[in-house]
């Protein structure tokens, strides 16, 4: 099993910046491509931004590209997501995510029945 917990959340004015990360703990060598999904009220979860085990591919939902990057560290076991630009659109509960079935180095799914690990989520706020 792997243990995904979420940190960096909170309330930030439009136009401001946070920086979310996730650590994961247990099991991390059957953590492949990881990923980071949205849920807002009354919403469906959402990819927003993945990447592939080996850090070489990243993807992003269009509505953050070029205002978020994500990145990992394998040798920490870490994730985080850097989020700039931010819009009152983006305030959601924000949930790592890592995927256990190894796909290659350089895949990343954006469903979310690829991925088998979920954090607790973390609240992302933007006020107008």
């Known amino acids: 099993q792997v243990q995904l917990v979420e940190s960096g959340g909170g309330l930030v004015q439009a136009g401001g910046s946070l920086r979310l990360s996730c650590a994961a703990s247990g099991r991390t060598g059957s953590m492949y491509a990881m990923g980071w999904f949205r849920q807002a009220p009354g919403k469906e979860r959402e990819f927003v931004a993945g990447?592939?085990?080996?850090?070489?591919?990243?993807d992003y939902t269009q509505s953050v590209k070029g205002r978020c990057t994500v990145s990992r560290d394998n040798a920490k076991n870490t994730m985080s997501l850097e989020m700039n630009s931010l819009k009152v659109e983006d305030s959601a509960v924000y949930y790592c995510a890592a995927d256990a079935t190894w796909r290659g180095p350089y895949y990343l799914g954006s469903r979310r029945d690829e991925y088998d690990y979920w954090g607790q989520g973390t609240q992302v706020t933007v006020s107008s």
């Open positions: 990447i592939s085990r080996s850090g070489g591919s990243t």
